[in-house]
């Protein structure tokens, strides 16, 4: 690992130094599991507060409060991506010559504008997936 991310992590409180040998920093041991499980968390998604916030509960009471959300955030991310990848799925499925042409496709793109854009695009039917947990 980079001494500058471990600079870093220590200067937002994830980890902390024991003592100097010349310009090198000494930590303890156990500051690898604790970078172990920054690692997991950052993959996860979590940003650099939230593992803090984490860590700071020890894996006692509060953990599961915090992975619960993070795990809610995950699983709304994901159904977002899912429902983008469908929707490139019928862009490539088009028949049209032009994508651009595609009704779908305008609906999408009439979708992505602020609130009235949004209300034009309910007209034509987008293929989702369904939300976790609505059946």
């Not at 310009?23 to 507060?49: K, M």
């Not at 990848?85 to 504008?113: K, R, T």
Request: aromatic letters at 6%; charged letters at 25%.
């Amino acid at each position: 690992m980079a001494p500058s991310t471990l600079r870093h992590y220590e200067h937002e409180g994830l980890i902390e130094s024991l003592d100097r040998k010349g310009l090198r920093r000494q930590y303890p041991v156990d500051v690898l599991q604790t970078l172990a499980v920054v690692a997991i968390c950052q993959e996860a998604g979590f940003s650099l507060a939230e593992i803090g916030a984490l860590l700071s509960t020890r894996g006692g009471r509060g953990w599961k409060a915090l992975a619960e959300a993070k795990r809610d955030e995950l699983r709304t991310r994901a159904w977002h991506l899912a429902a983008v990848a469908d929707q490139l799925d019928h862009a490539l499925a088009c028949p049209s010559p032009n994508v651009f042409d595609c009704e779908h496709f305008q609906a999408v793109l009439a979708a992505a504008l602020p609130v009235g854009g949004r209300d034009r695009a309910r007209s034509v039917e987008s293929p989702t997936p369904r939300r976790p947990g609505s059946g």
